[in-house]
């Protein structure tokens, strides 16, 4: 199953490239790039903000 499915993905690729000059797949790797750098900055975010939160002094 998994060779099939890679054949039409390389099939697509390859047809996309040919036909349209890889515009579809630079589109959809640019979307792809853009939710990995977003997806890394919240992370990024997230854990800086939970460093910086105050903890409460036990005396």
């Known amino acids: 199953m998994f060779r099939l499915l890679l054949i039409i993905a390389v099939l697509a690729i390859g047809y996309d490239a040919v036909v ?11 979307s792809i790039v853009g939710l990995a750098d977003s997806a890394v900055t919240n992370a990024k975010n997230m854990s800086g903000t939970a460093r910086e939160e105050p903890r409460s002094q036990t005396n």
């Open 20 to 30: 349209h000059q890889g515009a579809y797949t630079r589109s959809a790797w640019t």
